[in-house]
């Protein structure tokens, strides 16, 4: 089976609650594992908190208005993307953002909370325009009798 949706959302708090539902009801009407289902949602929460927080640009001036989330249910994985138009992520720093923030970091730990919680991550910038993207998978684990397959 293989679901897939977007979202164009708002830059606004509220817009998180939004993208945290719709994946959690995908995932339940699917017959995915509750654990995994919850894993996934945190890391989408934190990725989409990033979006809304840092995914504008003032600098340029630029009414970054909003972000995407798209995630991908294909057979046995689930990758999610959360891409914003903001900034984007600091040249050749990317990778340094997922290592384990301290313990009285104010910041920083989304990034980590999602490598934790999935299989893969990924995040680097969008090429043109710029603008962040957060990328992660995971393997997903069924229920015995999912409600969209046939019991």
Known sequence: MSIWWSLHLRREAASVPLARRLLLGTMESAGVDPDISYDLSVALTEACANAVE????????????????????????????????????????????????????????????????????????KPGRGGAVVSFDKILKWKKAPSLLPA
Do not use: K, M, W
Request: charged share 25%.
């Open 54 to 125: 840092h995914g504008g640009d003032t600098v340029r001036g630029d009414s970054c208005e909003a972000y995407r989330v798209t995630a991908y249910l294909d057979g046995d994985q689930c990758r999610i993307e959360v891409a914003d138009s903001g900034p984007g992520f600091p040249a050749g720093n990317a990778r340094s953002l997922l290592r384990q923030a301290g313990e009285d970091a104010e910041h920083g730990r989304g990034l980590c909370l999602i490598r934790e919680l999935a299989d893969h991550v990924h995040i680097g910038n």
